[in-house]
């Protein structure tokens, strides 16, 4: 599409900000660790020997850069209107960027209110649902499209749309909780949060630059998406600068919320929420693997992250007992261990039963240690960066060559 | 006003909702008290004889079931417009109501981050600042009005009106980081940040539920601001109750920056900065009064407030060395305390000399002591409360029956 010269100079001006985004984030992280410390807020890091002490919940600086840039950047877009005619303003576009940061906003402050007063589920659950209110009445009121294009196949069946009203919109409220629970529960190895995210973030941007550049639809939504993107690639990068391994500090919650609602939020009002559950594979995987444990079928220890064996200084698969679970979680685990996805440690190899015996905890992280063995810490969070780079590859494919066999062309 | 059913029907249900509000808050409060606790979050009550600890930074709690509660009700006031004709869809009025979510949102974001982290004068002043941007935006979009109308007696120098232009923006800009900050400084004893604030929102609430019986002229701006205001009275009324000496938890920042965040939105909003004003004259007062500690020309202890006198269970002003003052405090020292707002204590009263002398400190709080007395604390809240009351009936006597003299009927 060709782009206007005023939102090429909007552009130019958030990467711009972007890039004093990633400078400010680079410095303020280490700066303020100090004060995180002495304000209680820092983790043991138990994957290294000494288990030192590492100021936690440094996303909530990413997420106050973030605003702040993006605060500085509302006026921008609307500058042709500003000593012109006012009638024509833009209203729906400011209403969808107003309702972004302001879903966003909630998301961040109840991350930060995770990392210092740990919330409970409940709350994890409901507060991510409501911050999407506005969002979906901006999204009722600016676009309001429930249905689904059916693919060719299909439609002999089910037609070319179906219209999904309501459902749709509890799709995009649970888009959103999921997002911003599923990296949270991706997590505990040194730089795998903000790395996961800055790949998935980085897919979105080029998505959206892909459409701009090949198609003349969906200008006004890949722009509304590089707009919020990339500054937060920016303020992730910078954190995952500091966070990478070793770890100097830790994201907290509170980055994953702010990276989780980032992602719903784009996804939503840029109109490809379907596109981003695609960049969310390995999120999916890891949730879906989780579910055993997550309903208590399979005991669930408080943390789930790899152990480290002092001897060799490799992570390995951390375990659950299976003495308390129920019959329907040994059922999960026949199948998932035959299925090469945890593995059952017995008391008495000679005389395998499940009494008595452990399993690898049921993430996507363990599994990857139990199909390629114990893995140096860094080299474990970039085995699963690959798996994200990887599932972000193949959705691409999905998306563009195989949708435009099983679509019409849009 | 003749209120259409729509809006009957929304001011309905957030009164009910506002009811939901106060029973939530006053039950939360308590039921968390523990947790923040736990997490580190707690303060002395300086002015009991064994220093109790308290549990910190409660307001928080009322600022989150405050923003869940008009998340909630955003739709309410468009239902109408829902199975209608979304063309006709009052996207101004929403754009209004989302970015005054958004600047209170950031604020009692910013205000937990003071309580945890304890940040800096320079974050206090720019991030209140920058929250305004959205307001500012949708008030240039929708209203843009930036004139004053000079009262009669002047308009023969001045004419009618005088078109402030950008300096109404910065005007407005100034007001929220005064709000967010003046009530954080009247502070200090049990019950007078919140008790403060519900004076001022019920302040509010009757200025906008009278012009609403009668006159019709900005209903839509009256409406916005009891939407907005009343969750705030209900919230404010139930954390109160907890806040009440003796104090079982502390406000903290986050109440004093939510509180003023909220009155600076529907002040420029609901399109009256200027009787706003009127509400925060006591703030604005001992904001003043304050100024030669802030400038640093008087010494200027990290807390203000008063002491307890433990003989008699009193307080009494609490005081600063005059020692390591300037030339220029010592001035304000001599006609301060010549209006009677300070006292100067002499080490030897024979010999009246500022070496080594000691001042009371320049709060409104010290001024009431001064003249009336060491006080009980909660005796001196009231004495704080009848003030800010006092100052409210005097101006709803400038702005109605004065204004009517000095300015033609609007
Ligand atoms: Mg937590
Ligand atoms: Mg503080």
Redesign the pocket.
């Known amino acids: 599409a060709q782009l206007g010269t005023n939102a090429t100079s909007a552009l130019a001006v958030n990467v711009a900000l972007s890039a004093l985004v990633f400078a400010v984030t680079l410095r303020l992280v280490p700066a303020l660790a100090a004060t995180f410390v002495a304000a209680g807020q820092f983790g043991h890091d138990v994957n290294k020997p000494d288990r030192p002490p590492i100021p936690e919940g440094l996303g909530v600086v990413c997420g106050v850069v973030y605003l702040v840039a993006l605060f500085v950047f509302i006026p921008v877009p609307f500058v042709d209107h500003f000593f012109g005619d006012r009638s024509s303003f833009p209203l729906e576009t400011l209403a969808v960027l107003l309702s972004a940061l302001l879903s966003i906003c909630c998301m961040i402050f109840l991350g930060f209110a995770?990392?210092v007063l740990?919330?409970r589920w409940r709350h994890k659950v409901l507060l991510p649902t409501l911050a999407t209110v506005p969002l979906l009445m901006v999204y009722y009121v600016t676009y309001n499209k429930t249905h689904v294009v059916i693919p060719i196949p299909l439609r002999f069946a089910l037609g070319t749309t179906i219209e999904l009203g309501m459902f749709y919109y509890v799709f995009m409220s649970l888009l959103a909780v999921f997002c911003t629970n599923s990296i949270n529960i991706l997590a505990g190895i040194n730089g795998v949060e903000a790395g996961q995210s800055l790949v998935i973030a980085l897919a979105i941007a080029a998505n959206s630059y892909i459409q701009l550049v090949s198609t003349d639809c969906c200008v006004q939504e890949n722009l509304f998406t590089l707009y919020l993107i990339l500054p937060f690639i920016a303020t992730t990068a910078a954190l995952l600068y500091h966070n990478w391994y070793p770890s100097r500090v830790f994201v907290?919650?509170t980055y994953c919320y702010f990276a989780g609602m980032t992602f719903a939020v784009v996804g939503i009002l840029g109109h490809f929420s379907k596109t981003m559950v695609l960049f969310f594979v390995p999120q999916l995987f890891n949730f879906a693997l989780s579910l055993p444990q997550l309903f208590r079928w399979v005991e669930c220890p408080r943390h789930r992250l790899p152990r480290l064996n002092k001897d060799t200084g490799l992570l390995e698969p951390s375990r659950a007992s299976l003495a308390s679970g129920t019959w329907l979680g040994r059922q999960c685990v026949t199948i998932l261990s035959a299925l090469g996805l945890v593995r059952v440690y017995y008391k008495d190899t000679a005389k395998p039963s499940y009494d008595g015996a452990e399993v690898s905890n049921f993430t996507l992280i363990n599994v990857l240690l139990l199909w390629f063995g114990p893995q140096r810490e860094d080299t474990l969070t970039k085995l699963v960066l690959a798996v994200q780079v990887l599932t972000t590859l193949v959705a691409f494919v999905v998306r563009y060559p195989l949708a435009s066999i099983v679509y019409n062309p849009l």
Request: aromatic share 0%; no cysteine.
């Open positions: 995770d990392d740990d919330l907290g919650d």
